[in-house]
């Protein structure tokens, strides 16, 4: 009771911006001979449930009320023909859970300079930071452009499974993609053809440091550097590319593919193997593959399916691995399915559904995600994750997708 009376403001929140949506407005613009200013921003006000499973190791609370508000300033610009920038300004508050249990599917952390986050609150229940989730020049055109600064770094093609995401990847459950946290990095993309295109982008890496804002250091760990090289061409109607470079002292070589097979059935895939020179981290593969549809009537159709080299066969492996404290970063398991649908019910409403099995744990969930669109700029958005496999117990971590906990939240957002 006393965790949903301290969520009562945000559930206030929530309902004043429903009752009172009007059309946003860009905050300011300003342009000049040669130069320009715009500014945006967005609010996020959510108010949720967590039901968890009973198991003391991993969770300290049966019941989790969660709750969130975000606060974004957004501001571009540019000078002359070849210099812009662009800042992604996060106020966050909200409330801590119980602790997020292993696997892929929580949002993974972000690695990232402390230099820039800021904690302003943290009295155990809930805490406040300012972030700056980005900020980055670049000096180029459209054939050579050089990036500097905190930007999202993203290379895959799948949506489920994103092997190739190595740089703060969503989670399968995370339905609203809009704003991908940046990483400390410099990217140079070079268009070698119209349909033929070379990125170059380096990563700064972190270590850990539970004592920082933001969980890591200030300073850069060079051994933790990422550099990548990735070439794209367009070759009819499907586009593949080739990736390599080395990711946190691993090297790397990887592939995509994606776009039409025919006029009715899509393809994306991507996957890389990783040759690890380090004693905790196995070399090995990670494939993903899917086929989509859209129908006349909106409905649309995506199935995926994941091999990774790096999980357990078996929660029993899993269960050695982690009391040997050498258990695998991200998924458990070994193979992985995803079937997604999306449907417009109207103009205003459109709804999702994402059915996700673990068969080396025989582990499932299901989640529903709805948007209803209450005016030009400001939108209403439920999720239910329904998680189904063997709970742990204290001994055993159970399932993957078992230790997971039933979710539902409702989040306003609005746009000006």
């Not at 992604?88 to 997020?100: A, D, E, K, P």
């Not at 930007?151 to 989670?171: C, G, H, K, L, R």
């Not at 804002?213 to 586009?239: I, K, Q």
Request: charged residues 20%; glycine residues 10%; hydrophobic residues 40%.
């Amino acid at each position: 009771m006393s965790r949903l009376l301290r969520g009562s403001w945000a559930a206030a929140l929530i309902f004043v911006f429903v009752l009172v949506p009007a059309k946003g407005q860009a905050l300011f613009e300003i342009e000049g001979e040669g130069w320009g200013l715009a500014g945006s921003a967005a609010v996020n006000a959510a108010l949720g449930a967590a039901v968890n499973p009973e198991d003391w190791l991993l969770y300290t609370e049966d019941k989790d009320v969660l709750w969130s508000g975000d606060l974004r300033l957004l501001v571009e610009g540019f000078a002359g023909e070849r210099l812009r920038g662009r800042l992604n300004i996060l106020q966050n508050v909200r409330s801590t859970s119980s602790v997020v249990v292993p696997g892929g599917f929580a949002p993974s952390d972000v690695e990232r300079s402390s230099l820039f986050s800021w904690q302003q609150d943290d009295s155990g229940n809930a805490r406040a930071d300012l972030i700056f989730d980005g900020g980055a020049l670049t000096w180029g055109t459209e054939s050579n452009a050089l990036t500097l600064g905190r930007q999202p770094v993203q290379f895959s093609v799948t949506t489920s499974f994103t092997p190739n995401d190595f740089f703060a990847p969503f989670a399968p459950q995370q339905f609203y993609r809009v704003y991908k946290p940046g990483v400390d990095a410099v990217r140079y993309d070079h268009r070698l053809a119209d349909l033929a295109q070379l990125s170059l982008v380096g990563v700064l890496g972190y270590e850990e440091d539970p004592g920082a804002a933001n969980g890591w250091r200030s300073e850069p760990d060079w051994r933790r550097t990422s550099v990548l090289g990735r070439y794209v061409r367009s070759t009819g109607a499907l586009e593949w590319g080739l990736l390599a470079g080395l990711v946190r002292e691993n090297g790397l070589v990887g592939a995509s593919l994606q776009g039409e097979l025919t006029d009715w059935l899509g393809l994306r895939a991507e996957g890389h193997y990783r040759d690890s020179n380090q004693v905790h981290l196995a070399s090995g593969s990670m494939l993903s593959a899917g086929l989509e549809h859209r129908f006349p009537s909106s409905l649309n159709l995506r199935l995926e399916q994941m091999y990774n080299s790096f999980g357990y066969s078996s929660i029993a492996e899993a269960d050695r691995a982690l009391a040997d404290t050498t258990l695998e970063p991200g998924y458990l398991g070994e193979h992985y399915s995803a079937i997604a649908m999306s449907y417009e019910f109207s103009p205003l409403l459109t709804g999702q559904l994402l059915y996700l099995r673990n068969w080396s744990d025989q582990s499932h969930s299901l989640s529903f995600y709805a948007v209803l669109s209450l005016a030009d700029e400001a939108e209403l958005a439920l999720q239910v994750t329904l998680p189904e496999g063997k709970r742990p117990d204290g001994q055993s971590l159970g399932s993957e997708l078992g230790m997971q906990p039933l979710r539902v939240g409702l989040e306003y957002r609005h746009y000006f």
